[in-house]
């Protein structure tokens, strides 16, 4: 069946480095995609999104690459610090207006090492 | 501050107990949703609402049902508590064409059945 998934559980990095969270999903149809960034005790926050006609977008310090032959998104963080340290998902959708629902991966636990 | 509140961070419930989880919005949205968060599983789809007294059903509906008498308040609720719904539960929402900018989410209630 459709599914979105991460590769990696999880990832550790050095303060001051770069991450790159990775993605994959199933559903050719998907138009649109989001990251989340869940701390602990908290709900998952939106941190950026990107639409299927675009292969890049970038944030304060995160960029969305989307590959749609490969059917992959990952999400880098740029200069990493001890507040990025959460579990990133990776959710998409597809259908436009009036299709709400959003599919969620599994998620990535990212760990900042000082 | 905009934000979805639910009513309890921890539940503690027996087995067969009728459990309800609450869910209020601020933002006048007219979608909401429950979620369950699982290790390993990630976001998983219970039921969802685009309007008042509205609900479908997500992927895993069995053992739950959902009331929207108001369009600010979302209940979800476990008819009769069975270990195997111990989870964390997430409650979002978002306006209609609004899930570009994604869901806007709750703190969670973590229900251990017992």
């Known amino acids: 069946g459709e599914s979105v998934g991460l590769h990696l559980p999880t990832l550790s990095v050095q303060e001051g480095d770069n991450s790159i969270i990775n993605c994959a999903y199933s559903n050719s149809a998907s138009d649109y995609f989001i990251w989340y960034k869940q701390e602990s005790g908290k709900g998952p926050q939106f941190i950026i999104d990107i639409r299927s006609n675009m292969d890049k977008r970038q944030g304060q310090r995160v960029t969305v690459l989307l590959n749609k032959t490969v059917k992959h998104l990952s999400l880098q963080i740029a200069a990493t610090q001890p507040g990025d340290s959460a579990v990133y998902f990776c959710a998409e959708t597809a259908g436009g207006v009036g299709n709400e629902k959003l599919t969620f991966g599994t998620g990535t636990r990212l760990t900042i090492i000082p | 501050d905009v934000k979805v509140t639910q009513s309890s961070r921890y539940l503690v419930k027996r087995t067969g107990e009728k459990v309800f989880l609450e869910c209020v919005q601020d933002m006048d949205h007219e979608n909401m949703f429950w979620y369950r968060q699982d290790p390993g599983l990630g976001l998983r789809l219970i039921y969802f609402s685009y309007d008042v007294k509205m609900k479908e059903k997500g992927d895993i509906p069995e053992g739950y049902s959902v009331s929207r008498e108001k369009k600010e308040r979302f209940s979800l609720i476990l008819e009769s508590a069975s270990t195997n719904q111990t989870s964390m539960y997430l409650c979002?929402?978002?306006?209609?064409?609004?899930?570009?900018?994604?869901?806007?989410f709750g703190s969670g209630t973590r229900l251990t059945v017992v």
């Open positions: 979002a929402s978002s306006h209609t064409g609004g899930v570009v900018y994604g869901y806007t």
